[in-house]
């Protein structure tokens, strides 16, 4: 049974749970909000963060290593100190800059040699140095230190890819383990959770995920998906591999996705989310709803008096006029951004909530269903 977890009710494969940490208790299935480098881009706050429901933040290891320092941030007590937030950090591991930096980089057993995308300096990191940034930063969960294969990578290249990050899991964890121990070791609670790999061969994630989960990890994650193959092949390789990763342990789906991705993958037995897409879309003025997406830059609502969705509840919704906030993006302003970016995470941190409250009810099928069909409604 696991310390961390409480499965609290399956509906179907659809799961309610409980994920408890030394930064507080969150409820699953969670959408985790990403601020890559300590905030949201979009002049968003953990004040603001709070107030729109915000569970877990979810920053970058290799970011806040090459930017700032985590030495620096030690310094401060850690990244929650630094940027003042004190629900649960996720810090992914750097491996996903290992795929987005493949022009720049040499894997070998020992890790990764590659070039700052800021000033071009070499760095090294392997798995080792991954938890070692992470433990500086103290962050609630720690990512293991993985290589993410291309989706349609050739399979003997995945076969050793995935062999390689396995031997890396190990390190991760005895190197937790030591630093653990030590005395000025920010969280010595810090989870560490294991990551599935094998790109879209479901055989090799089936069988990585039977290993893995005999190392007893406090939760997994399924990496490596979106990244280049269909939404029929990856929910194909999550419905196949979920099912042999522990049921009292928490999953996450790590870089996923829209809000139809979110609930195919909790119909298949996960738990937690994270993705760029509302912040990134509402900075360019493209904004979710439950029927369906708008582009506030669209000329229709240049008179349009209404709130962006009726009902909602999040802070540009509750004063403000879509009218106004498209004429805050046409001119520039700052606040035009901010307000939908604001917008588009409430909009993801309340869909969770109201998928936890249908799984509650017994429900979640019926919700999907009908969920689906009003996202992809027309604009209006």
Not at 76 to 85: A, C, K, P, Q, V
Not at 256 to 261: H, K, M, S, Y
Not at 286 to 315: F, M, Q, S, V, W
Request: net charge negative.
């Amino acid at each position: 049974m696991s310390e961390n977890f409480k499965l609290l009710k399956k509906d179907g494969e659809a799961r309610r749970g409980e994920l408890v940490t030394v930064h507080g208790t969150v409820q699953t299935p969670l959408f985790m909000n990403v601020g890559t480098v300590g905030a949201i881009k979009g002049a968003v706050s953990t004040e603001d963060l709070e107030n729109i429901g915000c569970q877990v933040e979810l920053s970058n290891t290799y970011h806040l290593h090459v930017r700032t320092g985590d030495d620096l941030i030690k310094r401060f007590g850690g990244l929650h100190r630094f940027m003042d937030w004190h629900r649960p950090i996720l810090t992914d591991s750097g491996g996903f800059q290992v795929f987005s930096l493949a022009s720049m980089r040499k894997i070998k057993e020992e890790g990764v040699t590659f070039r700052s995308h800021i000033d071009g300096h070499r760095i090294f990191m392997g798995p080792e140095e991954s938890m070692r940034i992470q433990s500086n930063l103290g962050s609630t969960i720690a990512m293991a230190f993985d290589e993410c294969p291309p989706a349609k990578a050739e399979r003997n290249y995945v076969l050793d890819s995935v062999a390689r990050t396995e031997r890396w899991l190990l390190r991760c964890k005895a190197e937790m383990e030591r630093l653990g121990l030590l005395e000025d070791t920010i969280n010595r609670k810090q989870l560490l959770f294991g990551i599935n790999q094998g790109a879209v061969y479901k055989d090799i994630r089936i069988e990585n995920a039977k290993r893995i989960s005999e190392l007893d990890l406090p939760g997994y994650a399924i990496g490596g998906l979106a990244v280049g193959e269909t939404h029929e092949e990856m929910y194909d390789v999550i419905e196949h591999t979920a099912p042999f990763l522990p049921e009292d342990k928490p999953r996450y789906l790590m870089g996923v996705g829209t809000p139809a991705n979110i609930l195919e993958a909790v119909e298949r037995g996960i738990d937690m989310f994270d993705c760029v897409y509302p912040s990134r879309n509402g900075r360019h003025g493209h904004l979710y709803t439950h029927y369906g997406k708008i582009n506030i830059n669209n000329a229709k609502y240049a008179e349009d008096d209404r709130p962006i969705e009726e009902g909602c509840g999040c802070p540009a919704c509750r004063r403000y006029s879509r009218a106004y906030i498209r004429h805050l993006h046409k001119a520039g302003e700052m606040l035009g951004l901010r307000l939908c970016v604001l917008h588009n995470l409430y909009f993801y941190n309340h869909l969770m909530e109201e998928i936890r409250y249908s799984i509650d009810a017994g429900e979640f099928a019926a919700f999907k269903k009908k969920t689906l069909a009003d996202l992809s409604s027309t604009e209006r």
